[in-house]
């Protein structure tokens, strides 16, 4: 898993682009969100270069050193600082309720630590913390058949619905959830048509 991951951002150019992922970059402006914010996952840092040019301090983590490499040298293009540490979701040493907002940006991971994650991330929010989640549906099956280059799972366990996304989060209020067919153009491997269950949810205090 980890030596896939680091084979694709070993490439030159960035595997899903350098500019946000607009329901990301849309929910910042939407919600206000500032303070400090958590990114796991992140791969070339696209998300988090945006959000420091924002002025949020940002924190992220990927299992892969070649993400590492490339976020960084897009931050330093961008004249931008952010924190980033290489290593697996629950080995990472962070403070229980330490950040204002948190966000899994096509963050899959295998059904049988996905809840471990999503329990984690929560813990780690401050109460009244914003979690920002995009993810491909179940429904995008039909749509990675017909165009291969949108990407995305392809094994339904690691994929998002609605009432999946419910059960995930009992902790957290729902501000916005929903389905949606999405017209993807981020980088090389997000091209065209799919469907991704878009999701805003605040921790209860
Ligand atoms: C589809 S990419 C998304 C990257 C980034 N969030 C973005 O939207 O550009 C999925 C990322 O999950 C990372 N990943 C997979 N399992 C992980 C784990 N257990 N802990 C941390 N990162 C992981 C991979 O290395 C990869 O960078």
């Not at 949020?56 to 993400?67: P, Q």
């Not at 995008?140 to 058949?145: G, I, V």
């Not at 980088?187 to 921790?203: A, D, N, P, T």
Request: proline share 4%; glycine share 8%.
């Amino acid at each position: 898993m980890k030596e896939m991951w680091n084979e694709r951002y070993g490439a030159e150019s960035y595997a899903y682009g350098t500019e946000p992922n607009t329901f990301f970059a849309e929910t910042l402006a939407n919600y206000k969100l500032a303070g400090n914010l958590l990114l796991p996952a992140e791969g070339e840092g696209r998300n988090a270069v945006f959000a420091a040019k924002k002025g949020l301090s940002v924190t992220a983590f990927d299992i892969s050193e070649a993400g590492k490499t490339k976020a960084l040298a897009l931050a330093s293009a961008n004249n931008v600082s952010i924190t980033y540490e290489v290593g697996d979701f629950l080995k990472m040493d962070f403070t229980t309720s330490s950040f204002d907002s948190g966000a899994l940006i096509y963050a899959h991971f295998p059904p049988s630590l996905l809840s471990i994650y999503h329990q984690r991330i929560v813990e780690l929010l401050k109460p009244n913390g914003i979690l920002i989640l995009e993810g491909f549906s179940t429904n995008n099956l039909p749509y990675r058949e017909a165009n291969p280059k949108i990407g995305g799972p392809d094994k339904i366990e690691m994929l998002f619905s609605v009432e999946k996304i419910k059960n995930e989060f009992p902790n957290l209020e729902i501000l916005q959830l929903e389905e949606v067919e999405v017209e993807l153009n981020e980088g090389l491997y997000h091209q065209g048509k799919g469907k991704v269950i878009r999701f805003v949810g605040r921790k209860k205090a």
